[in-house]
């Protein structure tokens, strides 16, 4: 069985977790394994070049997770991390102080840039920096080239009245507390999907979207070359997991993000600005089958199904693996495929 999974970071990673536990239950491949193959188009918005190195936050979050690497607590980097050659970086005033690179961070930055250096692709440079973590899953960049996401926010000392910075700064510097007036795919126009990543949409048996941020994760792999249009061909359900519970975000900031783009913070409307694959929107078709709410939802599943998606209503709370893998099993149970 052919799943592809359409995720961000943190959001992304969890399910993620849980999905490949699930599968490793109903479809095992008696060493512990699965008989399914998952392929995670991850989105590279967040991407950036820091004090010489290519760091790509979302693919690294992914990758730490399921490798069993990430620092849980603090919800991105490596656990057991330590700071010295970032207070070095500092001391010398080069990088961004508030961005912290961490020493083991630090290893898996200097490899990827070396190998994007020696002229692989960041796919490349992604399947080899993956291999040693034996993810059990496959992880592409939604493209080989960089989109990077770019926020625009008011600024009456400047004569535009507006600044541009990197996604990263708005988020991590500003805790996303500039309100966001657009954002901005910068590469966009010369980026096509990266190579593998049509295919495994319209070759999946299933498609799913994680519950990551619907803006600057789904929402910014959606306008790659090829992605959007490949997710309404597949002949694969398309399921998607609402990021958003009884009004409010399960993670990050989700909302500063629905408010700069003018969409409620619902799971109802993540669904519309998601769209039906049956009904043409006011953004013509859009790219789901089903969608999943949590039971604090119910009220609103009437109206979603009303726009051609189907709802299935789950508990939605990532909070063990566990969960996480209920969760993931009720997506496929969506999609019409996989039995418990
Ligand atoms: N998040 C923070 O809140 N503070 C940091 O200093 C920080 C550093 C960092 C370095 C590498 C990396 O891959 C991620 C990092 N993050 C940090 C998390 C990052 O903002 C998020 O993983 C995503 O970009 C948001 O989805």
């Not at 479809?27 to 699965?34: F, H, K, M, R, Y």
């Not at 306008?223 to 090829?226: E, F, R, Y």
């Given at each position: 069985m052919k799943i592809t999974v359409l995720a961000g970071g943190v959001g992304g990673a969890k399910f993620l977790r849980g999905l490949r536990q699930h599968l490793r239950q109903a479809?095992?491949?008696?060493?512990?394994?699965?008989t399914a193959e998952v392929t995670v188009v991850v989105n590279t918005g967040d991407d950036l070049w820091l004090t010489g190195l290519r760091v790509c936050p979302d693919l690294d979050s992914i990758m730490y997770t399921l490798g069993g690497g990430n620092d849980e607590v603090r919800g991105w980097g490596r656990l057991g991390e330590s700071e010295r050659v970032s207070a070095e970086l500092t001391a010398y005033g080069v990088g961004w102080p508030w961005f912290t690179l961490g020493d083991l961070d630090l290893g898996t930055h200097i490899t990827r840039s070396h190998l994007l250096r020696e002229g692989r692709t960041l796919s490349e440079a992604t399947a080899e920096v993956t291999a040693r973590w034996n993810l059990g899953v496959t992880l592409v960049p939604m493209s080989d080239q960089p989109v990077e996401t770019h926020v625009v926010v008011a600024d009456a000392s400047s004569d535009t009245g507006t600044r541009t910075m990197h996604f990263e700064e708005w988020w991590v510097r500003y805790r996303a507390s500039l309100p966001a007036l657009r954002f901005e795919q910068h590469g966009l126009e010369s980026a096509v999907a990266a190579p593998g990543v049509v295919d495994a949409i319209l070759g999946a048996d299933v498609v799913l979207v994680a519950p990551s941020n619907p803006v600057v994760s789904i929402g910014t792999i959606l306008?790659?070359?090829?992605i959007r249009t490949a997710l309404q061909q597949t002949g694969a359900p398309v399921v998607g997991v609402s990021p958003i519970i009884s009004g409010s975000p399960v993670r990050g900031m989700a909302k500063a993000c629905l408010d700069a783009i003018g969409v409620e913070v619902a799971a109802d409307a993540v669904a519309h600005l998601y769209g039906s694959r049956e009904v043409s929107g006011s953004a013509g078709r859009g790219i789901l089958d089903a969608w999943l709410v949590d039971q604090s939802d119910e009220a609103l599943v009437a109206g979603i199904e009303a726009a051609g998606i189907r709802v299935s209503v789950v508990p939605l709370w990532m909070t063990t693996v566990d969960t996480s893998a209920a969760l993931a099993a009720a997506a496929l149970d969506a999609a019409g495929t996989l039995t418990r």
């Open positions: 479809l095992p491949d008696g060493a512990g394994g699965t306008p790659v070359p090829g």
